[in-house]
């Protein structure tokens, strides 16, 4: 069973920094991984969505990048700002190719302005 | 715009009481997800359902049912309300995520309060 960790669990820094988000899975057998964001009470929103045969994927200022080798990914946030304040996921499929995905507990992110 | 529309916001129910959550897609997608999320325990899944009438259990399926009788929609249904089963409950929609590209889109959740 697809495992996903995220690390770290909750990060503060002020406006302005460059940060990472850093997620590992256990079954490097997927054909993608996604992003998504949380905001307090509601539903989660794709952020990004990186293909197996991708090493990254990127919009605006976010930047995914995907090792399955290592069974690695990170999300690569630059010059935050205070509405990028959330909670982060990601989110690898099952193994076997069922269409569940397995989610990570996320990062709990807070920009200071 | 990509829609996912989960009927209840909020809702109080007691125990014992069975109790249907409703999902909505416009989007034509043949599979469908219901998550709940915990605090320290993140998402799980509890059903899903790739085609209209198919269902196959995800992670913690036990006091839950479903039903898709129609592709557009996916109840969830708790047959006999429990107090652990306080929680918010998110449905989910996609195409197949083995075809690239495809992404998964959420509704806002549904907070079930059993008393």
């Known amino acids: 069973k697809q495992e996903v960790t995220q690390i770290p669990a909750a990060l503060s820094v002020p406006e302005g920094e460059n940060l990472v988000l850093n997620c590992s899975f256990t079954?490097?057998?997927?054909?993608?991984l996604q992003w998504f964001r949380q905001d307090p009470g509601k539903g989660l929103t794709s952020l990004l969505l990186?293909?197996?045969?991708?090493r990254e994927q990127t919009s605006g200022r976010l930047n995914a990048s995907l090792d399955k080798s290592s069974g690695r990914s990170t999300l690569y946030i630059a010059a935050s700002q205070p509405g990028d304040s959330a909670t982060y996921l990601c989110?690898?499929?099952?193994?076997?190719?069922?269409?569940?995905?397995?989610f990570g507990k996320g990062t709990h992110l807070i920009i200071q302005p | 715009d990509v829609k996912v529309t989960q009927s209840s916001r909020y809702l109080v129910k007691r125990t014992g009481e069975k109790v249907f959550l409703e999902c909505v897609q416009d989007?034509?997608?043949?599979?469908m997800f219901w998550y709940r999320q915990d605090p320290g325990l993140g998402l799980r899944l509890i059903y899903f359902?790739?085609?209209?009438?198919?269902?196959e259990k995800g992670d913690i399926p036990e006091g839950y049912s479903v039903s898709r009788e129609k592709k557009e929609r996916f109840s969830l249904i708790l047959e006999s309300a429990s107090t652990n089963q306080t929680s918010m409950y998110l449905c989910a929609s996609s195409l197949s995520f083995r075809v690239s590209g495809n992404t998964i889109y959420f509704g806002e959740g549904s907070w079930l309060t059993v008393v």
């Open positions: 990186i293909q197996s045969s991708q």
């Open positions: 989110a690898a499929p099952e193994r076997g190719g069922a269409d569940g995905l397995t």
């Open positions: 079954d490097s057998a997927i054909y993608n």
């Open positions: 989007m034509d997608h043949e599979n």
């Open positions: 359902s790739y085609d209209v009438k198919m269902k």
